[in-house]
């Protein structure tokens, strides 16, 4: 395959590779921390400290909250060349945002309070991903999605369409926090505080790629361990070579070949 839409098994396989990762929770920053993660992978802890983003510009790095810099802590850690910014789109995909910010404003609201025009703009889905294209003077093609319990394969969709549509890698970032307490209620998994990054491109000649399918096989639903984000970032740094995962409305089949 040499793009990212194709086709396995009669049926569309999205199919990439990831060129380069990064990923960021408390006490795993560097590659083979998360590598020894994924042998006895965990719920990573709270974090007790907010990444410190010296790449980032300090005035845009103070108005960021802290999951917006733990976000941008492996997107930073995953750029590309400041030659290559006009050619490369980026993907951010969180599930559940900054609920936390979230829950603040409405509180505001109920008090008949006057919200602060920064914590609004910051708490809009697409901010972080804003804030970096800001700093970085990225003029290029930016999405930001939330796609309940598919969100990351539903990032993955977006990211393999661009490549089909002629970019040459796209960068997808990968973040989510627990739900604030009125919320946790509905979570339906484990909650962490997390960000990974990928920059995806089409299959290459000798090199591990994957494809991403829709699968007539019911996938069993056992108690998740950690949640989804964080088990796909497992199955790619474990060299795994299936994951099979029952989201919302279909059944999905990650695969690593070669």
């Known amino acids: 395959m040499t793009a990212g839409i194709g086709k396995e098994n009669g049926g569309v396989a999205l ?27 965990h719920l990573p802890a709270p974090v007790a400290q907010a990444p410190a983003l010296p790449a980032m510009a300090a005035m845009l790095r103070r108005r960021l909250p802290l999951l917006g810099r733990v976000a941008l802590a492996s997107a930073y850690a995953c750029a590309v060349g400041e030659a290559e910014h006009a050619e ?28 602060s025009p920064t914590a609004f703009g910051l708490a809009v889905h697409n901010a972080t991903g804003a804030v970096r294209s800001i700093d970085l003077a ?9 796609a309940g319990r598919d969100t990351v394969e539903t990032a993955v969709l977006e990211a393999c369409s661009l490549l089909a549509d002629g970019a040459p890698e796209v960068l997808l970032v990968n973040y989510d926090a627990p739900v604030a ?11 962490s505080l997390y960000s990974w990054c990928w920059r995806l491109g089409a299959p290459r000649a000798g090199e591990p ?15 998740p361990q ?3 984000g964080l088990d796909v970032l497992r199955f790619v ?9 029952r989201g919302e409305r279909a059944t999905w089949q990650w695969q690593r070949h070669g």
Not at 138 to 146: A, E, G, R, V
Not at 209 to 223: C, F, K, N, Q, V
């Open 15 to 41: 199919a990439f590779g990831i060129r380069a990762w990064s990923a960021w929770a408390d006490g795993l920053q560097a590659q083979h921390d998360w590598r020894a993660w994924s042998a006895e992978p």
């Open 226 to 228: 950690l949640p989804h």
């Open 237 to 245: 740094v474990a060299g795994d070579t299936r994951l099979r995962y």
């Open 209 to 223: 790629w994957y494809t991403l399918t829709l699968s007539d096989e019911p996938a069993g639903a056992p108690a």
């Open 181 to 191: 307490a009125p919320y946790a209620a509905f979570e339906d998994e484990p909650g």
């Open 138 to 146: 990225d003029m290029n093609n930016l999405q930001s999605l939330s």
């Open 88 to 115: 490369v789109p980026a993907v951010f995909a969180s599930r559940h945002g900054d609920t936390s910010r979230l829950v603040a404003m409405l509180t505001e609201l109920a008090a008949a309070e006057p919200l």
